[in-house]
Nanobody, 116 residues
Framework: QVQFVESGGGLAQPGGSLRLSCRDS????????MAWYRQAPGKQRELVAS???????NYADSVKGRFTISRDNAKNMAYLQMNSLKPEDTAVYYC??????????WGQGTQVTVSS
C-alpha cells in the first residue's frame, strides 16, 4: 500500500508558481521529519527541502529563497510552495521521510514541468 500520495504538479511557465501537496495515508505523519525530493530525467533523486517535526526547515541551495516547505500534522499533509520556477526545476517530485533509513515505499510522485 502506498503511504504517500503527491499532487499539485503540472505545467508552469518560468517565473511561475505551483503548490505541491503530500498526503500521508497513515496516522504516523507527526512523528517524523518529512522531505520533498525530485528526480529529473537521467539524474539521481535529490533532496529538495525538509521539515522537522518541530517545523524547522532546510533547503537545497538550488531552491533556497524560492521554495517553502510546510506541514500540517492535523491533516497528515506536507506542502511545497514553489515560486520563481526555472526550467531546471522540471522533475518528478516525491515526498517521503527525511531520514533515508526510515524511507517507505515511494509513491508515484507528481510531475512538474517548467517551460515557456
Amino acid at each position: 500500500q502506498v503511504q504517500f500520495v503527491e499532487s499539485g504538479g503540472g505545467l508552469a511557465q518560468p517565473g511561475g508558481s505551483l503548490r505541491l501537496s503530500c498526503r500521508d495515508s497513515k496516522n504516523t505523519f507527526s512523528f517524523y521529519d518529512m522531505a520533498w525530493y525530485r528526480q529529473a530525467p537521467g539524474k539521481q533523486r535529490e533532496l529538495v527541502a525538509s521539515v522537522s517535526t518541530g517545523s524547522k526547515t532546510n533547503y537545497a541551495d538550488s531552491v533556497k529563497g524560492r521554495f517553502t516547505i510546510s506541514r500540517d500534522n492535523a491533516k497528515n499533509m506536507a506542502y511545497l510552495q514553489m515560486n520563481s520556477l526555472k526550467p531546471e526545476d522540471t522533475a518528478v517530485y516525491y515526498c517521503n521521510r527525511r531520514n533515508s533509513v526510515l524511507w517507505l515505499s515511494w509513491g508515484q510522485g507528481t510531475q512538474v514541468t517548467v517551460s515557456s
